[in-house]
C-alpha cells in the first residue's frame, strides 16, 4: 500500500498551494492572422515560488485547454510558468495506424509541430503550428507582462530556448511534445497516454521515434494506462520500446507504489476513466495516485547517463548516437575491466576491441542500427547504433 506519510504530503500539496494566477489569452491577441473563435490559451503564471522554468503542455485531440486545467494548476503550484496551448488538434495520430507510408506519422508530426506542407492527412499552415503559436504567445506575454520575465524562454524573438523548457502532453499532444524532444534538448518531456504512433500495417512504432534524437532518455517520462482503449497497452510499450526509454528503465505500477517508483520513466496505472470516460484520460485526472506521479515527473532530479565507474574515477563515452567506433576513456586504469556488450534483448554481441591503459575503442560498425547495453564490470551504459 501507499504509504501514510506519502498521501498526507500530496494533500498537503493540494490545500496548501502557492499563490498562482491562470488566466486565458485568444490567439488573436497574440497575432491578428488567427481566428478570432479558436480556443483560448490557458497561462498559469506562479508569482512566489518561481523555478523560471517553463511547462509547455499540448492537449489530446478534439479537446480544449481548459479540459488540462488540473494538471496546469498542479504544475504552476510546483513553481513553473505554465502555458496549455491552443493548436489545430481535430486529426488523431492513431487514425493514421493502417497507411501503408511507412513516414506517414513523421509527416504529420512535422506539419503540426512546424506548419511544414508534407502530411495528406493533417493541413496545418507556419502561423498555426505548434511552434509558432508558442512563439507568439511567449512575446505576447513579454509585451503585456514585462516584470515576469517570460522572455528568459527566448533566445530571440522567434526562437525557442529549450533548455528551460519542459514539454508535456496528452494522447496527441504527448506525442508532439516527445517530437520536439527528438529534434531539440529539452528540459524534461512528459508523455501521458502516449505517444500513439503505433503502425498496425508494418506492426511497429514509428519511424521517427526509432530515429535517435537530442534529448537524452532519462529525461523522458511516459505515463500509461494499462487499461487503455484508444491505443492497447502493448502497442505503447512497443513504442517506448522504439523511443529507447524501455527495456531500459523498466515498467513500475503507481498504484500500488511510492514516489520516485524506482526511478523509472515508464509508468502505468488502472484507475477508473478520465475524460469522456476514457481510461486513456485517466493520465490527466484529479486523484491522490496521479499527483504522486504528476509531482515526480515535474521535479526529480534528472542525472546524466554516464555514470562513474567509482567515486574516484571519471568516465567519458562518445560518440553517443555513433556510426562505427564508440571510445570508452577513464582516469583509471581499465585495463582489467570486464566489458559485456548486449541487445534490447540480452543477446551477447561480438564486437572486436582495443584496450590501452585507459581507454577502450569498440568497433559497432558491424552491429544493426539500433540500442545496444555496454556493462563495465557491475555499471551498464546505453549506446545508440545508427
Not at 80 to 96: E, K, M, R, T
Request: hydrophobic content about 35%; proline content about 4%; glycine content about 6%.
Amino acid at each position: 500500500m501507499r504509504s501514510i506519510l506519502t498521501m498526507l504530503a500530496v494533500v498537503t500539496a493540494l490545500y496548501c498551494p502557492a499563490q498562482i494566477t491562470t488566466f486565458y489569452i485568444k490567439p488573436i491577441a497574440t497575432n491578428i492572422g488567427y481566428d478570432a473563435i479558436q480556443d483560448s490559451n490557458m497561462v498559469v503564471r506562479n508569482s512566489t515560488t518561481n523555478l523560471d522554468k517553463l511547462f509547455l503542455f499540448i492537449g489530446g485531440t478534439g479537446t480544449h485547454t481548459q479540459q488540462y486545467q488540473t494538471i496546469s494548476n498542479f504544475a504552476g503550484n510546483l513553481g513553473y510558468d505554465v502555458i496549455n496551448l491552443s493548436y489545430p488538434n481535430s486529426v488523431a495520430a492513431a487514425s493514421l495506424s493502417g497507411s501503408s507510408d511507412s513516414l506517414v506519422f513523421n509527416t504529420y508530426r512535422q506539419e503540426v509541430c512546424y506548419g511544414t506542407p508534407l502530411s495528406d492527412d493533417v493541413s496545418v499552415d507556419s502561423l498555426n503550428s505548434i511552434y509558432t503559436r508558442t512563439v507568439h504567445l511567449i512575446n505576447y506575454l513579454h509585451t503585456t507582462y514585462p516584470s515576469q520575465n517570460w522572455d528568459q524562454y527566448l533566445i530571440n524573438p522567434t526562437t525557442l530556448d529549450w533548455s528551460k523548457i519542459a514539454i508535456g502532453g496528452h494522447s496527441q499532444g504527448g506525442g508532439h511534445a516527445c517530437y520536439f524532444a527528438k529534434q531539440n534538448d529539452v528540459d524534461r518531456v512528459l508523455m501521458f497516454s502516449s505517444p500513439n504512433d503505433y503502425s498496425d500495417y508494418y506492426a511497429r512504432s514509428a519511424n521517427w521515434l526509432r530515429t535517435p534524437g537530442v534529448t537524452s532518455s532519462e529525461k523522458h517520462f511516459a505515463f500509461l494506462s494499462l487499461l487503455d482503449e484508444i491505443v492497447p497497452f502493448d502497442k505503447q510499450l512497443t513504442n517506448l520500446e522504439g523511443l529507447g526509454i524501455y527495456p531500459l528503465y523498466d515498467t513500475t505500477y503507481v498504484d500500488m507504489a511510492d514516489s520516485p517508483y524506482g526511478n523509472s520513466r515508464c509508468l502505468y496505472t488502472t484507475q477508473a476513466p478520465g475524460l469522456a470516460l476514457l481510461y486513456h484520460s485517466s493520465t490527466v485526472k484529479f486523484s491522490l495516485i496521479n499527483n504522486a506521479v504528476w509531482t515526480y515527473m515535474l521535479s526529480t532530479v534528472i542525472t546524466s547517463e554516464i555514470e562513474e565507474i567509482s567515486d574516484l574515477s571519471t568516465l567519458s563515452i562518445y560518440p553517443n548516437p555513433t556510426t562505427s567506433f564508440v571510445r570508452i576513456d577513464s582516469d583509471i586504469p581499465l585495463s582489467n575491466t570486464n566489458v559485456l556488450i548486449q541487445d534490447l534483448s540480452g543477446k551477447t554481441m561480438h564486437c572486436d576491441q582495443l584496450s590501452t591503459a585507459n581507454a577502450i575503442i569498440i568497433d559497432f560498425f558491424q552491429l544493426s542500427d539500433g540500442i545496444y547495453f555496454i556493462t563495465l564490470d557491475e555499471k551498464t551504459y546505453k549506446i545508440i547504433k545508427h
